[in-house]
C-alpha cells in the first residue's frame, strides 16, 4: 500500500469500529456513550478528510446527496454562530441578545445546539465515508458484513437474557432498566427500530450465500441468523416494531418472489419465494420457542384500550402542531431544541400534559420542528433519495451482490422511516450512525458516471453469454 493511501485505508476501519462500538456502548443512550460516539465520529471524518487531501481527490458522493449534506452544514453552523437568544438555566427562559449579523437567521440558542450539531456533523461525516467506501467492491463488503454482524450479535445477546430471564442487562444487573429491555437498548422501541434497520442487511446475506456456489457454510451461518434476527422482531415486545417487521417480511417476500419471475430463464440454486416463506415459516416457530407471550399480553392491552404513554403522546402532537411548528418556520428552532422550546409551548398552549417530553416520539414532527422544513426537506432528500437510489440500482442488471445489498438498504431505510412517525428511532446515537451509513450505502450504489469504468466495477459486472462464445480459446482452456 502507498503512503498516501494509508490514512484513507486506517478511515475506513476506523470506521468500521465506530459501527461496532455505536452499537455495543448501550446503543448511544446513555449519556457518556453518546458523546463518545460524536467524538469517535468526528475524528473519523477528520481523519477520512485527510485521506483525501493525501489523494488529492474529493469524496465519492452524487450530486444532490452531497448538495444536502453541504446545505445542513451550513445552515447548521451558521444559525448556530448567529443564534438570536440565550437560555438562561436557572429561569428557564429565553432572553434576547444582539447576534454577529443582525437581521440574519439564527437557532434560539447555541448552548442547546452545539451537542446535537456536533453529533449531525459526525454523521454527515459517516455518510460521506460510507458514500465512498461502498464503490470499491472490497471495502463493500466489509461493510455490509459489519453491520449485520453487529446486528446479529446484539439480536443472539436479547434472546440469551429472554430465555435465561435475565433481570437486566447482564453486565449491569444492579440497575433498573424496566421489564422492556433487549440486549443494550432499555426501550423496547429502540431495540425494535435496530433489529428491523438489520435484518434486510443479514437476509440478503443469506440469500447470496444461496445463491453463490461454494458457499456452504455462509448459507448455514446467514440463513440462521436472518431466522432468528426475524424471531427477534416479534420477541421484542414494541408494537409498532413488530408492525414493521411483518411488513419488512412480507415485502422481502414479494421481493423475492418478483425476482425469480424476472429471472425464469436463469437457473438458480434455490427458490426465492420457497426461502421467503420458510423464512418467515421458521421465523414464527422460533419466535414462540424464544418466548413471544410478553408480546401477545402488550398487543392485548393495545387492543382494548390505550395506555397513559400513548394518550400523552396524542396531546404532545397536538402541541407540536398546533403550537411548535408554525413557529418554527422554514428554518427552525435548531437541534437539541426540543424539550426546552416543547416545554413553553405546551404551557403557553395551557395543556395538561405532564412529566418530561425529551423526545416528540415521532421523528417526522421533531425534525421539522428543529431543523426547519428547509433542513427537514435536506434530510429527507438524503433518507429518502437512498430509498428511492436503493429500490432503482436493485432493478438494473447488476452483479446480484449488489442488486441485492440495494434492495435490502432500501428496505432498512424504508422500516426505520414507518417507525419514525410513531417514534424517535432517528434521535438515537447508533441508529442515527446505522440508518445514515445505509443511506450512504445506497447512494454510493448508485455508481456516478466517472465511476463506472473503474477496475473494481468492471470486475463485478456479468459477462453476457453471447460475448463469452466468441470469446477464442486455446487447447488448454478450461471449457
Same mark, same amino acid.
Given at each position: 500500500?502507498?503512503?498516501?493511501?494509508l490514512?484513507?485505508?486506517?478511515?475506513?476501519?476506523?470506521?468500521l469500529?465506530?459501527i461496532?462500538?455505536?452499537a455495543?456502548?448501550?446503543?448511544g443512550?446513555?449519556?457518556?456513550?453518546?458523546?463518545?460516539?460524536?467524538?469517535?465520529?468526528?475524528?473519523?471524518?477528520?481523519?477520512f478528510?485527510?485521506?483525501?487531501?493525501?489523494?488529492?481527490?474529493?469524496?465519492?458522493?452524487?450530486?444532490?446527496?452531497?448538495?444536502?449534506?453541504?446545505?445542513?452544514?451550513v445552515?447548521?453552523?451558521?444559525m448556530?454562530?448567529?443564534?438570536?437568544?440565550?437560555?438562561i438555566?436557572?429561569?428557564?427562559?429565553?432572553?434576547?441578545r444582539?447576534?454577529?449579523?443582525?437581521?440574519?437567521?439564527?437557532?434560539?440558542?447555541?448552548?442547546?445546539?452545539?451537542?446535537s450539531?456536533?453529533?449531525s456533523?459526525g454523521?454527515?461525516?459517516a @455518510?460521506?465515508?460510507?458514500?465512498?467506501m461502498?464503490?470499491n467492491?472490497?471495502w463493500r463488503?466489509?461493510?455490509?458484513?459489519?453491520?449485520?454482524?453487529t446486528?446479529?450479535?446484539?439480536?443472539?445477546?436479547?434472546?440469551?437474557?429472554?430465555?435465561?430471564?435475565a433481570?437486566?442487562?447482564?453486565?449491569?444487573?444492579?440497575?433498573n432498566?424496566g421489564?422492556?429491555?433487549?440486549?443494550?437498548?432499555?426501550?423496547?422501541?429502540n431495540?425494535?427500530?435496530?433489529?428491523?434497520?438489520?435484518?434486510p442487511?443479514i437476509?440478503?446475506?443469506a440469500?447470496?450465500?444461496?445463491?453463490?456456489?461454494?458457499?456452504?457454510?455462509?448459507?448455514?451461518?446467514?440463513?440462521?441468523a436472518?431466522?432468528?434476527?426475524?424471531a427477534?422482531?416479534?420477541?421484542?415486545?414494541?408494537? *409498532?416494531?413488530?408492525?414493521?417487521?411483518?411488513i419488512?417480511?412480507?415485502?422481502?417476500?414479494?421481493?423475492?418472489?418478483l425476482?425469480q419471475w424476472k429471472?425464469?430463464?436463469?437457473?438458480?440454486?434455490?427458490?426465492?419465494?420457497?426461502?421467503?416463506?420458510?423464512?418467515?415459516?421458521?421465523?414464527?416457530?422460533? *419466535? @414462540?420457542?424464544?418466548?413471544?407471550?410478553?408480546?401477545?399480553?402488550?398487543?392485548?392491552?393495545?387492543?382494548?384500550?390505550?395506555?397513559?404513554?400513548?394518550?400523552?403522546?396524542?396531546?404532545?402532537?397536538?402541541?407540536i402542531?398546533?403550537?411548535?411548528l408554525?413557529?418554527a418556520?422554514?428554518?427552525?428552532?435548531?437541534?437539541?431544541?426540543?424539550?426546552?422550546?416543547?416545554d413553553?409551548?405546551?404551557?403557553?398552549?395551557?395543556?395538561?400534559?405532564?412529566?418530561?417530553?425529551?423526545?416528540?416520539?415521532?421523528?417526522?414532527?421533531?425534525t421539522?420542528?428543529?431543523w426547519g422544513?428547509?433542513?427537514?426537506? *435536506?434530510?429527507?432528500?438524503?433518507?429518502?433519495g437512498?430509498?428511492f437510489?436503493?429500490?432503482?440500482?436493485?432493478?438494473?442488471?447488476?452483479?446480484?451482490?449488489?442488486?441485492?445489498?440495494?434492495?435490502?438498504?432500501?428496505?432498512?431505510? *424504508?422500516?426505520?422511516t414507518?417507525?419514525?412517525?410513531v417514534?424517535?428511532?432517528?434521535?438515537i446515537?447508533?441508529?442515527?450512525?446505522?440508518?445514515?451509513?445505509?443511506?450512504?450505502?445506497?447512494w454510493g450504489?448508485?455508481?456516478?458516471k466517472?465511476l463506472?469504468?473503474?477496475?473494481?466495477?468492471?470486475?463485478?459486472?456479468?459477462?453476457?453469454?453471447?460475448?463469452?462464445n466468441?470469446?477464442?480459446?486455446?487447447?488448454?482452456?478450461p471449457?
Amino acid at each position: 500500500m502507498k503512503p498516501a493511501e494509508l490514512p484513507l485505508a486506517a478511515s475506513r476501519w476506523f470506521f468500521l469500529g465506530n459501527i461496532v462500538l455505536s452499537a455495543w456502548m448501550y446503543g448511544g443512550t446513555r449519556e457518556w456513550s453518546r458523546d463518545a460516539v460524536i467524538w469517535l465520529l468526528l475524528a473519523n471524518t477528520g481523519l477520512f478528510l485527510l485521506g483525501l487531501l493525501a489523494k488529492s481527490r474529493l469524496p465519492r458522493i452524487p450530486l444532490l446527496a452531497g448538495l444536502a449534506v453541504v446545505f445542513l452544514l451550513v445552515q447548521g453552523w451558521f444559525m448556530t454562530w448567529n443564534a438570536q437568544r440565550r437560555f438562561i438555566e436557572g429561569a428557564r427562559v429565553f432572553v434576547d441578545r444582539i447576534p454577529p449579523l443582525p437581521g440574519w437567521p439564527g437557532f434560539y440558542e447555541a448552548g442547546l445546539v452545539v451537542p446535537s450539531l456536533l453529533l449531525s456533523t459526525g454523521l454527515l461525516g459517516a @455518510f460521506s465515508i460510507a458514500c465512498d467506501m461502498v464503490q470499491n467492491s472490497l471495502w463493500r463488503k466489509r461493510l455490509w458484513v459489519t453491520l449485520a454482524s453487529t446486528g446479529l450479535s446484539l439480536v443472539v445477546l436479547g434472546i440469551t437474557q429472554r430465555l435465561t430471564n435475565a433481570p437486566s442487562i447482564f453486565w449491569d444487573l444492579d440497575r433498573n432498566v424496566g421489564q422492556t429491555f433487549f440486549a443494550v437498548f432499555r426501550y423496547h422501541a429502540n431495540a425494535g427500530a435496530f433489529i428491523n434497520l438489520v435484518l434486510p442487511l443479514i437476509t440478503a446475506l443469506a440469500l447470496k450465500a444461496w445463491l453463490d456456489r461454494g458457499s456452504e457454510g455462509k448459507r448455514v451461518l446467514w440463513t440462521l441468523a436472518a431466522l432468528i434476527t426475524a424471531a427477534a422482531g416479534f420477541v421484542n415486545v414494541s408494537r *409498532a416494531a413488530n408492525v414493521v417487521c411483518a411488513i419488512l417480511l412480507l415485502g422481502m417476500g414479494i421481493a423475492m418472489g418478483l425476482m425469480q419471475w424476472k429471472s425464469a430463464e436463469r437457473k438458480t440454486t434455490i427458490s426465492l419465494a420457497g426461502f421467503a416463506i420458510v423464512l418467515t415459516t421458521l421465523a414464527g416457530a422460533l *419466535a @414462540f420457542s424464544f418466548g413471544v407471550e410478553a408480546t401477545l399480553k402488550r398487543w392485548d392491552i393495545g387492543l382494548w384500550k390505550n395506555t397513559p404513554q400513548e394518550d400523552g403522546r396524542y396531546q404532545a402532537y397536538e402541541v407540536i402542531v398546533k403550537n411548535s411548528l408554525p413557529s418554527a418556520g422554514i428554518l427552525g428552532f435548531g437541534p437539541g431544541t426540543f424539550e426546552t422550546i416543547f416545554d413553553i409551548h405546551r404551557h403557553k398552549s395551557g395543556s395538561s400534559l405532564k412529566g418530561r417530553w425529551d423526545k416528540a416520539h415521532s421523528d417526522a414532527l421533531q425534525t421539522p420542528m428543529e431543523w426547519g422544513w428547509a433542513g427537514a426537506s *435536506a434530510w429527507f432528500a438524503i433518507m429518502g433519495g437512498a430509498i428511492f437510489c436503493g429500490i432503482r440500482q436493485s432493478l438494473h442488471k447488476e452483479a446480484e451482490g449488489r442488486r441485492l445489498l440495494s434492495g435490502a438498504c432500501a428496505f432498512s431505510l *424504508a422500516g426505520v422511516t414507518l417507525h419514525a412517525l410513531v417514534d424517535f428511532p432517528l434521535q438515537i446515537a447508533s441508529l442515527q450512525l446505522y440508518s445514515i451509513t445505509i443511506a450512504g450505502i445506497a447512494w454510493g450504489l448508485k455508481s456516478p458516471k466517472r465511476l463506472k469504468s473503474s477496475k473494481n466495477e468492471l470486475a463485478e459486472r456479468p459477462i453476457p453469454d453471447s460475448l463469452v462464445n466468441r470469446i477464442p480459446r486455446t487447447p488448454n482452456d478450461p471449457q
